[in-house]
Protein backbone atom coordinates (compact mmCIF):
# COMPACT_ATOMS: atom_id res chain seq x y z
CA UNK A 1 0.00 0.00 0.00
CA UNK A 2 1.56 3.69 -0.63
CA UNK A 3 2.35 5.88 1.78
CA UNK A 4 -0.50 8.69 2.37
CA UNK A 5 0.09 12.29 3.68
CA UNK A 6 -2.14 13.26 6.62
CA UNK A 7 -3.30 16.29 4.42
CA UNK A 8 -4.89 13.93 2.35
CA UNK A 9 -6.46 12.23 4.56
CA UNK A 10 -8.16 15.67 6.03
CA UNK A 11 -9.12 16.72 2.64
CA UNK A 12 -11.03 13.19 2.10
CA UNK A 13 -12.14 13.39 5.64
CA UNK A 14 -13.77 16.22 4.45
CA UNK A 15 -15.33 15.28 1.44
CA UNK A 16 -16.55 11.99 2.74
CA UNK A 17 -17.40 12.66 6.69
CA UNK A 18 -15.72 9.01 7.09
CA UNK A 19 -13.34 8.41 9.87
CA UNK A 20 -9.69 9.04 9.45
CA UNK A 21 -8.63 5.36 9.30
CA UNK A 22 -11.15 4.41 6.71
CA UNK A 23 -10.15 7.56 4.63
CA UNK A 24 -6.47 6.34 5.17
CA UNK A 25 -6.96 2.55 4.21
CA UNK A 26 -8.88 4.13 1.00
CA UNK A 27 -5.70 6.54 -0.39
CA UNK A 28 -3.56 3.64 0.49
CA UNK A 29 -5.52 1.21 -1.57
CA UNK A 30 -6.18 3.98 -4.15
CA UNK A 31 -2.39 5.42 -4.22
CA UNK A 32 -3.84 8.76 -2.83
CA UNK A 33 -6.47 9.33 -6.07
CA UNK A 34 -9.09 11.34 -4.29
CA UNK A 35 -11.68 10.44 -6.03
CA UNK A 36 -10.65 6.87 -7.11
CA UNK A 37 -10.86 6.80 -3.05
CA UNK A 38 -14.47 8.12 -2.85
CA UNK A 39 -15.78 5.15 -5.08
CA UNK A 40 -13.94 2.66 -2.84
CA UNK A 41 -15.56 4.16 -0.01
CA UNK A 42 -19.00 4.27 -1.62
CA UNK A 43 -18.11 0.37 -2.67
CA UNK A 44 -17.71 -0.51 0.81
CA UNK A 45 -20.74 0.49 1.71
CA UNK A 46 -18.72 3.64 4.28
CA UNK A 47 -19.96 6.77 2.31
CA UNK A 48 -23.92 5.72 3.41
CA UNK A 49 -22.21 6.24 7.07
CA UNK A 50 -21.00 9.53 6.48
CA UNK A 51 -24.50 10.70 5.22
CA UNK A 52 -25.93 9.81 8.54
CA UNK A 53 -22.74 11.37 10.34
CA UNK A 54 -24.88 14.96 11.95
CA UNK A 55 -28.28 12.76 13.32
CA UNK A 56 -28.11 13.08 16.91
CA UNK A 57 -27.45 9.30 18.36
CA UNK A 58 -29.02 10.03 21.79
CA UNK A 59 -30.62 6.05 22.07
CA UNK A 60 -29.40 3.14 22.49
CA UNK A 61 -27.26 0.90 25.16
CA UNK A 62 -25.04 1.13 28.06
CA UNK A 63 -23.28 -2.16 28.66
CA UNK A 64 -20.78 -3.76 31.14
CA UNK A 65 -18.49 -6.52 31.67
CA UNK A 66 -16.39 -7.83 34.07
CA UNK A 67 -13.36 -10.08 34.25
CA UNK A 68 -12.29 -11.02 37.69
CA UNK A 69 -11.02 -7.62 39.52
CA UNK A 70 -11.31 -5.20 36.01
CA UNK A 71 -14.54 -3.61 34.65
CA UNK A 72 -15.65 -1.72 31.85
CA UNK A 73 -18.53 0.15 30.95
CA UNK A 74 -19.29 1.77 27.64
CA UNK A 75 -21.72 3.64 25.78
CA UNK A 76 -22.84 2.46 22.16
CA UNK A 77 -25.41 5.43 20.84
CA UNK A 78 -28.00 4.87 18.01
CA UNK A 79 -30.77 7.58 16.74
CA UNK A 80 -33.70 5.56 17.98
CA UNK A 81 -35.04 3.26 21.00
CA UNK A 82 -36.04 0.50 17.91
CA UNK A 83 -32.59 0.03 16.39
CA UNK A 84 -31.26 -0.44 20.79
CA UNK A 85 -33.52 -3.16 20.72
CA UNK A 86 -32.07 -4.91 17.25
CA UNK A 87 -30.03 -8.28 18.39
CA UNK A 88 -27.15 -7.07 16.09
CA UNK A 89 -27.11 -3.84 17.41
CA UNK A 90 -27.23 -5.33 21.16
CA UNK A 91 -24.48 -8.33 20.34
CA UNK A 92 -22.20 -4.97 19.09
CA UNK A 93 -22.55 -3.66 22.52
CA UNK A 94 -21.48 -6.13 24.37
CA UNK A 95 -18.83 -6.97 22.32
CA UNK A 96 -17.37 -3.51 22.46
CA UNK A 97 -17.69 -3.94 26.27
CA UNK A 98 -15.77 -6.51 26.06
CA UNK A 99 -13.14 -4.95 24.27
CA UNK A 100 -13.12 -1.99 26.56
CA UNK A 101 -11.76 -4.67 29.39
CA UNK A 102 -8.24 -4.78 27.27
CA UNK A 103 -8.36 -1.07 26.26
CA UNK A 104 -8.43 -0.10 29.82
CA UNK A 105 -9.94 3.50 29.73
CA UNK A 106 -7.79 4.24 26.32
CA UNK A 107 -10.67 5.16 24.14
CA UNK A 108 -8.82 5.68 20.99
CA UNK A 109 -7.85 2.50 21.66
CA UNK A 110 -10.61 0.77 22.26
CA UNK A 111 -11.70 2.71 18.79
CA UNK A 112 -8.97 0.63 17.22
CA UNK A 113 -9.23 -2.66 18.77
CA UNK A 114 -9.39 -5.76 16.79
CA UNK A 115 -12.68 -7.80 17.01
CA UNK A 116 -12.75 -11.64 16.92
CA UNK A 117 -14.53 -11.95 13.02
CA UNK A 118 -11.64 -8.98 12.35
CA UNK A 119 -11.92 -5.51 11.64
CA UNK A 120 -11.58 -2.54 14.06
CA UNK A 121 -14.49 -1.68 16.81
CA UNK A 122 -14.20 2.18 14.52
CA UNK A 123 -14.89 -0.08 10.97
CA UNK A 124 -17.95 -1.98 12.73
CA UNK A 125 -19.66 0.47 13.78
CA UNK A 126 -19.21 1.99 10.47
CA UNK A 127 -20.25 -1.32 8.79
CA UNK A 128 -23.50 -1.31 11.30
CA UNK A 129 -24.52 2.26 10.10
CA UNK A 130 -24.35 1.28 6.30
CA UNK A 131 -26.07 -1.38 7.36
CA UNK A 132 -29.25 -0.70 9.43
CA UNK A 133 -29.43 2.86 8.36
CA UNK A 134 -28.99 4.94 11.48
CA UNK A 135 -26.18 7.19 12.77
CA UNK A 136 -24.20 4.88 16.00
CA UNK A 137 -21.38 6.31 17.97
CA UNK A 138 -19.49 4.41 21.19
CA UNK A 139 -19.59 7.71 22.83
CA UNK A 140 -17.77 6.83 25.88
CA UNK A 141 -15.67 4.65 27.51
CA UNK A 142 -14.29 3.63 31.45
CA UNK A 143 -12.45 1.70 33.09
CA UNK A 144 -12.02 0.16 36.89
CA UNK A 145 -9.35 -2.42 38.52
CA UNK A 146 -8.61 -3.16 42.22
CA UNK A 147 -5.32 -5.46 42.92
CA UNK A 148 -7.46 -7.00 45.65
CA UNK A 149 -11.54 -7.61 45.87
CA UNK A 150 -13.84 -6.85 43.63
CA UNK A 151 -14.90 -4.95 41.09
CA UNK A 152 -19.23 -5.68 40.32
CA UNK A 153 -21.58 -3.90 37.67
CA UNK A 154 -25.31 -3.31 38.28
CA UNK A 155 -27.48 -2.48 35.21
CA UNK A 156 -30.81 -0.90 35.88
CA UNK A 157 -33.63 -1.26 32.47
CA UNK A 158 -31.99 -4.07 31.41
CA UNK A 159 -32.64 -5.24 28.37
CA UNK A 160 -30.54 -7.98 27.94
CA UNK A 161 -27.67 -9.35 30.08
CA UNK A 162 -25.46 -6.73 31.04
CA UNK A 163 -27.28 -4.34 28.47
CA UNK A 164 -29.12 -1.10 29.59
CA UNK A 165 -30.25 2.39 30.20
CA UNK A 166 -27.71 2.99 33.64
CA UNK A 167 -24.81 1.23 34.04
CA UNK A 168 -22.67 1.01 37.18
CA UNK A 169 -19.35 -0.53 38.21
CA UNK A 170 -18.49 -0.10 41.90
CA UNK A 171 -14.11 -1.31 42.92
CA UNK A 172 -13.79 -2.75 46.55
CA UNK A 173 -10.13 -3.36 47.85
CA UNK A 174 -10.55 -5.97 50.92
CA UNK A 175 -8.95 -8.85 51.13
CA UNK A 176 -12.36 -9.89 52.79
CA UNK A 177 -14.59 -13.25 50.89
CA UNK A 178 -15.35 -12.72 47.28
CA UNK A 179 -19.23 -13.68 47.59
CA UNK A 180 -19.75 -11.00 50.42
CA UNK A 181 -17.52 -8.33 48.92
CA UNK A 182 -19.90 -8.88 45.47
CA UNK A 183 -23.28 -8.54 47.99
CA UNK A 184 -21.98 -5.47 49.23
CA UNK A 185 -20.70 -3.94 45.36
CA UNK A 186 -23.86 -4.44 43.83
CA UNK A 187 -26.28 -2.35 46.49
CA UNK A 188 -23.92 -0.13 46.56
CA UNK A 189 -23.74 0.07 42.41
CA UNK A 190 -27.75 0.26 43.36
CA UNK A 191 -27.47 2.95 45.52
CA UNK A 192 -25.46 4.52 42.75
CA UNK A 193 -27.39 4.05 39.78
CA UNK A 194 -30.18 5.72 42.16
CA UNK A 195 -28.55 9.31 43.13
CA UNK A 196 -25.84 9.74 40.89
CA UNK A 197 -22.93 10.90 43.02
CA UNK A 198 -20.28 13.14 41.73
CA UNK A 199 -17.14 11.63 43.44
CA UNK A 200 -16.10 8.58 46.47
CA UNK A 201 -14.54 11.37 48.86
CA UNK A 202 -14.89 15.48 49.65
CA UNK A 203 -10.74 15.40 47.92
CA UNK A 204 -11.96 13.77 44.54
CA UNK A 205 -14.91 16.45 44.06
CA UNK A 206 -13.98 18.58 40.59
CA UNK A 207 -12.46 21.95 42.16
CA UNK A 208 -14.65 23.92 39.79
CA UNK A 209 -18.00 22.35 40.77
CA UNK A 210 -16.80 23.40 44.91
CA UNK A 211 -16.36 26.92 42.74
CA UNK A 212 -19.11 27.02 41.19
CA UNK A 213 -21.85 26.20 44.44
CA UNK A 214 -19.85 28.17 46.27
CA UNK A 215 -20.71 31.44 43.67
CA UNK A 216 -23.91 30.76 44.16
CA UNK A 217 -24.61 30.45 47.92
CA UNK A 218 -22.43 34.03 48.37
CA UNK A 219 -24.57 35.30 45.49
CA UNK A 220 -27.87 34.02 47.71
CA UNK A 221 -26.34 35.52 51.07
CA UNK A 222 -25.94 39.03 49.96
CA UNK A 223 -29.43 38.83 48.57
CA UNK A 224 -30.90 37.49 51.71
CA UNK A 225 -32.73 40.51 53.58
CA UNK A 226 -31.74 38.54 56.66
CA UNK A 227 -27.85 38.64 56.40
CA UNK A 228 -28.01 41.98 56.19
CA UNK A 229 -25.24 43.77 58.68
CA UNK A 230 -23.81 40.79 59.60
CA UNK A 231 -20.28 40.27 60.41
CA UNK A 232 -18.23 38.53 57.48
CA UNK A 233 -17.00 35.89 59.50
CA UNK A 234 -20.75 35.49 59.87
CA UNK A 235 -21.36 35.41 56.38
CA UNK A 236 -18.45 33.19 55.37
CA UNK A 237 -19.79 30.91 57.90
CA UNK A 238 -23.11 30.10 56.68
CA UNK A 239 -21.24 29.86 52.92
CA UNK A 240 -19.41 26.74 53.98
CA UNK A 241 -22.25 25.40 56.00
CA UNK A 242 -23.99 25.08 52.61
CA UNK A 243 -21.41 23.66 51.27
CA UNK A 244 -20.95 21.03 53.87
CA UNK A 245 -24.30 20.03 52.74
CA UNK A 246 -23.54 19.96 49.36
CA UNK A 247 -21.16 18.04 49.43
CA UNK A 248 -23.23 15.35 51.85
CA UNK A 249 -25.56 15.34 49.00
CA UNK A 250 -22.84 14.47 46.00
CA UNK A 251 -20.10 12.69 47.98
CA UNK A 252 -21.03 8.78 47.94
CA UNK A 253 -19.45 8.39 51.27
CA UNK A 254 -21.11 11.39 52.63
CA UNK A 255 -24.76 10.09 51.18
CA UNK A 256 -27.78 8.79 53.29
CA UNK A 257 -27.86 4.79 52.13
CA UNK A 258 -30.81 4.51 50.15
CA UNK A 259 -31.03 0.95 51.62
CA UNK A 260 -30.49 2.18 55.10
CA UNK A 261 -31.55 5.73 55.19
CA UNK A 262 -30.48 5.97 58.89
CA UNK A 263 -26.85 5.33 58.09
CA UNK A 264 -24.43 7.33 55.63
CA UNK A 265 -22.71 4.73 53.10
CA UNK A 266 -19.22 5.12 54.51
CA UNK A 267 -21.28 4.09 57.94
CA UNK A 268 -22.90 0.93 56.41
CA UNK A 269 -20.02 -0.02 55.05
CA UNK A 270 -17.91 -0.02 57.81
CA UNK A 271 -20.68 -2.44 59.61
CA UNK A 272 -20.22 -4.58 56.44
CA UNK A 273 -17.33 -5.21 57.08
CA UNK A 274 -17.73 -8.05 59.57
CA UNK A 275 -19.69 -10.10 56.89
CA UNK A 276 -17.32 -9.27 54.61
CA UNK A 277 -14.35 -10.37 56.89
CA UNK A 278 -11.97 -7.69 56.25
CA UNK A 279 -11.15 -3.78 56.33
CA UNK A 280 -13.37 -2.50 52.81
CA UNK A 281 -12.35 0.89 50.95
CA UNK A 282 -14.10 2.45 48.04
CA UNK A 283 -11.94 2.07 45.31
CA UNK A 284 -14.09 3.81 42.60
CA UNK A 285 -17.11 3.93 40.93
CA UNK A 286 -18.21 4.13 36.67
CA UNK A 287 -21.62 5.21 35.88
CA UNK A 288 -23.24 5.81 32.50
CA UNK A 289 -26.44 7.23 32.08
CA UNK A 290 -27.55 6.45 28.56
CA UNK A 291 -27.82 10.00 26.28
CA UNK A 292 -26.37 11.69 29.55
CA UNK A 293 -25.33 15.19 28.02
CA UNK A 294 -26.30 14.20 24.73
CA UNK A 295 -28.59 17.81 22.90
CA UNK A 296 -31.16 15.95 21.43
CA UNK A 297 -33.25 17.79 18.27
CA UNK A 298 -36.56 19.26 18.93
CA UNK A 299 -39.04 18.67 16.71
CA UNK A 300 -40.89 21.88 16.08
CA UNK A 301 -43.79 21.55 13.65
CA UNK A 302 -44.85 25.09 13.35
CA UNK A 303 -41.37 26.81 12.63
CA UNK A 304 -41.31 24.32 10.10
CA UNK A 305 -44.69 25.53 8.84
CA UNK A 306 -43.80 29.04 9.07
CA UNK A 307 -40.67 28.56 6.99
CA UNK A 308 -42.25 26.55 4.62
CA UNK A 309 -45.30 29.65 4.00
CA UNK A 310 -43.04 32.44 4.59
CA UNK A 311 -44.80 33.39 7.46
CA UNK A 312 -42.61 34.10 11.11
Same mark, same amino acid.
Given at each position: ????????????????????? $?? %?????????????????????????????? $?????????????????????????????????????????????????????????????????????????????????????????YLEVGAGVVTPY???????????????????????????? $???? #??????????????????????????????????????? %???????????????????????????????????????????????? %? $??????????? #????????????????????????? #??
Amino acid at each position: MAEVSAALVKELREKTGVGMM $DC %KKALAENAGDIEASIDWLRAKGLSKAAKKA $DRAAAEGLVAVAVAGVRGAVIEFNSETDFVARNETFQKAAAAFAQKALDAKGDHEALLAATLPEGGTVQESTTQLIATIGENMTLRRSAYLEVGAGVVTPYVHGQVADGLGRIGVLVALESAGQTAALE $DIAK #KIAMHVAATNPLAVSDTEVPAEAIARERAVYEEQVKEDP %KMAGKPENVLKGVVEGRIRKFLEEVVLTKQKFVMAPDQTVEAWVKAAE %K $DAGGAIRIAGF #KRFQLGEGVEKPKDDFAAEVAGMTG #KS
